[in-house]
C-alpha cells in the first residue's frame, strides 16, 4: 500500500490544482504554493500528478542510481517531437542513447576541452569588441546568450551565427526557443480535455518556426556530409563509427543531438554566467578577490587570455559560479523513476510509471545542509566545506548516467570568460537593480545591466 503524497488538500473537483501555478512563472510559483507542504508534496492537472522533492534527504535517494532512473515527465517527452530520441530526450533503453552516448562522450572529456578552447577565447574576444563599440551599460543576459549560442555552435558545429554584427539575436535562436517553448505549453496540456486538439492547434501556429530550424539544421548537415573531417562535434557524428559494432548515427537522429546541444548548452551557461555577474556586483569583497585571482594569473596586460592549462587554476572564480548555481541552478529541476516498484522514504509507493521531480532551487537550499542558504558565499566550496555535505547535496548538473555530458565544457568556457571579464574591466552593478528570475527553457536574470570600465595596464 503506502501512504498518499501530500497535498494542498484544496483540489478543485476535475481541473485539480490548476490555477496553482503561473503560467509566465510556472516553477517559481509553484515553489510559493508548495513551500509549506513539507519536503515532498503531489499537485494534480486534470487527469496528470506531479510529485515535487524539496529536501537533500529525498533527493539522495531519488539519485541512488540502483533504485532509480532518469524519467521524462511530460513536458521533457512533449520536446521529442523536436528532439526525437536525441540525447536528453531519449528513454534511457532506446538504443541511439547508448550508440550517442559512446560514440560522444570523448568529444566532452576535459582533455578533449583542449580543442575547443581557442573558439572559446576568441568568441569572448569579440564579446569584449562588441562591448566596447557600445556605450553605457551592457544588458548581461543577452550578451551572454550571444556569447554561448557563438561558442557552442562554433566549437561543435564550426557555424557562424553572426551574433555580434547585429543587436538582435540570430532568427534561429528566437525560432528556436518559440518551437520549444510551444512544445513546453503542449506538454502542460496533454491530459487536459481537449489538450491534443489544442497541440495541434500550437503546432499548425509553430509550423513555419520548426520548418525553418529543421531546414537550417539539415542544411548545415548537408554541407558537411562526405566530408572526413573529425574536429569538432558534428564531425565526430558524421564520421566515427563504434569502435566495437561499426554503427553510425543516422542523419536525423544527428539533427536531433545538434539541437539539443545548442538547446541544452547555451541558455544554461548563459544563466549561469549572469547569475554569477550579478553576485559579484553585489558582493564587492568576493569580486576583489575574484579580480586579483584573475590579475595574479594573467599578469599586468588587462587583455592577457588564459592558456587551457591555466583555466583550472581560477579556482575562486570557479567557486563564485558554483555558489551562483547553488542559488540559482539554471536547469530547475529534473525528474526520476523507480526502476523497480519501490518505497520513497520507507512510505511512498512508488512504480516504474511514475516519477518525481527533484527541485534543485529548493534542494540547494535546504537548512538542515545549507547554513544561511539565501546568503551568497563561494567558500562554501572549498574543499574542507565540500567534503562535510551529504552526497547529492548539490546537483545542478543532474545525476548518475543521465547527468549533463556538456559539464565540463560549461565549466571551462564560463570559468574562461569570467577570469577574461574580471581582468579586462571594473564592473558597476546598479545598486537599484532588484533581482527578477524570468522562466525560460532555462532560469536566467531579466534586464540585469552592467557598467564596465576597461582597465589600464596593471602594475
Ligand atoms: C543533461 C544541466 C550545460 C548538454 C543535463 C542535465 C542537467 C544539465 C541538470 C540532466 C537533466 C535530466 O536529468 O533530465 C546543465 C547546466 C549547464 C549545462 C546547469 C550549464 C551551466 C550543457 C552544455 C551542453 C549540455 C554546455 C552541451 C555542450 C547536455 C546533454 C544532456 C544534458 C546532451 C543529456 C545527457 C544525457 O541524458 O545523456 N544538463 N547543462 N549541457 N546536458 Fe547539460
Known sequence: SGQAFP?????????????????RHPLLSLLEWGADLGPIYEMRIFRQNFVFVSNVELAAELCDESRFCKALPPAITALRQYAGDGLFTA???????????????PAFTKSAMQSYHPTMLETAGELFDYWDRQSGPVDVTRSMTKLTMETLSRAAFSHDFGSFTTSQPHPFVG????????????????????????????????ADQQAYVDRLLDDLIAERTGSSDQHDLLGIMLNVSHPETGERLSPLNIRYQILTFLVAGHETTSGALSFTLYYLSRNPEVLAAAQREADEILGADPRATPTFEQVPKFRHIRRCLDEALRIWPTVPAFARSPRSETMLADRYRMRPEDWAVIVLGQVHRDPSVWEEPDVYDPDRFLPANIKKRPAHSYKPFGSGLRACIGRQFAIHEAVLVLACLLHRYDLTGDPDYELAVDERLTMVPRDFELGLQPRKQLA
Open 7 to 23: 497535498h494542498a488538500g484544496r483540489r478543485k473537483p476535475f481541473i485539480g490544482d490548476l490555477g496553482v501555478s503561473d503560467p
Open 175 to 206: 525560432a528556436m526557443i518559440r518551437a520549444l517553448e510551444t512544445g513546453r505549453r503542449k506538454g502542460g496540456l496533454l491530459t487536459a480535455p481537449g489538450g491534443r486538439l489544442l497541440g495541434r492547434y500550437l503546432d499548425h501556429r509553430n
Open 91 to 105: 528513454h534511457n533503453d532506446e538504443p541511439n542513447w547508448q550508440l550517442a552516448h559512446e560514440l560522444l562522450m
